[in-house]
């Protein structure tokens, strides 16, 4: 008995001070417990303890995690849901985050953003005859590393550049 309190409170402690640097999922936290060897009872009485105090809740994670993600990154719905999924978060907390994402921005309106601020900062650097059509396609590539569907980037090219802009190499 005295072991799995040691155990316990050893847990507290390295789950309490993760969770100080920054929020984190239930799975990040059991991984983190495991990684520091604690496992079995001392591991679900932790998260547990956790979750009752509302030191974790993965909805609420989620939710701000895509705010952020969307507001200061310029992340697309596909790069939100495969980092939620790295993260441990189930697809129906997954849905109700990005869900929450409907009266604030448009998928468009963050492509169009990301769009401007990548056009900002690396479109200079790009010279020559085929400025145009190869900063078009550097610009859809790196809106699909942002998340964005083909769709989403094509339409926020176009409403950047006009009807002209090409797409070859997709």
Do not use: C
Not at 8 to 35: F, G, N
Not at 38 to 63: C, H, P, Q, V, W
Not at 65 to 87: A, F, M, P
């Amino acid at each position: 008995m005295m072991n799995l309190k040691k155990d316990l409170h050893a847990a507290k402690t390295v789950a309490l001070r993760y969770l100080s640097r920054a929020p984190r999922s239930i799975k990040e936290v059991e991984l983190k417990l495991k990684e520091k060897g604690i496992t079995g009872d001392a591991l679900k009485e932790t998260i547990g303890y956790l979750i009752d105090r509302s030191y974790l809740n993965d909805d609420l994670f989620a939710k701000n995690w895509v705010n952020s993600k969307t507001k200061t990154q310029l992340w697309g719905q596909q790069r939100i849901r495969e980092g939620l999924k790295q993260k441990g978060i189930h697809d129906e907390i997954i849905k109700r985050a990005i869900d929450t994402l409907g009266g604030e921005t448009t998928e468009l309106d963050r492509a169009e953003s990301a769009l401007k601020k990548w056009l900002r900062t690396k479109a200079k650097y790009i010279q020559g005859p085929q400025k145009n059509k190869a900063t078009t396609q550097k610009a859809l590539r790196h809106l699909q590393a942002k998340g964005f569907s083909i769709s989403v980037i094509i339409a926020a090219i176009k409403k950047y550049y006009g009807e002209s802009a090409t797409y070859e190499g997709q």
